[in-house]
């Protein structure tokens, strides 16, 4: 079921300006609040439900890296730490 229309972004906010200025006509502070809380707890729903498909469906894809690019760049991180640390040991040597 498709309820978002195919409208620019701007209508579409626009709306939502529109449908809460109708909800409010009749309502006290109290019924406002409650609606109000009511509204973002569904969409926190939605918004929680979409971004778990998206975790979902990014832990599907198959890796981009296959393991030999992988062992070549942890190869090469190990090298550059190696660099690293025989750096840092003759400079404390030289402070010795």
């Known amino acids: 079921m498709n309820l978002i229309p195919n409208t620019s972004p701007e209508l579409f906010s626009l709306s939502a300006v529109v449908v809460g200025y109708l909800l409010i006509d009749d ?12 509204l973002m707890l569904v969409g926190q729903l939605v918004s929680t439900n979409a971004y778990y498909a998206a975790v979902a469906s990014e832990r599907n894809k198959p890796n981009k890296f296959n393991n030999q690019d992988t062992l ?13 640390v025989d750096s840092l040991k003759k400079e404390i040597n030289n402070h010795l």
């Open 27 to 38: 309502m006290t502070a109290n019924e406002q609040n409650a609606l109000g809380n009511w």
């Open 72 to 84: 070549k760049m942890l190869e090469k991180m190990v090298k550059a730490l190696k660099i690293e």
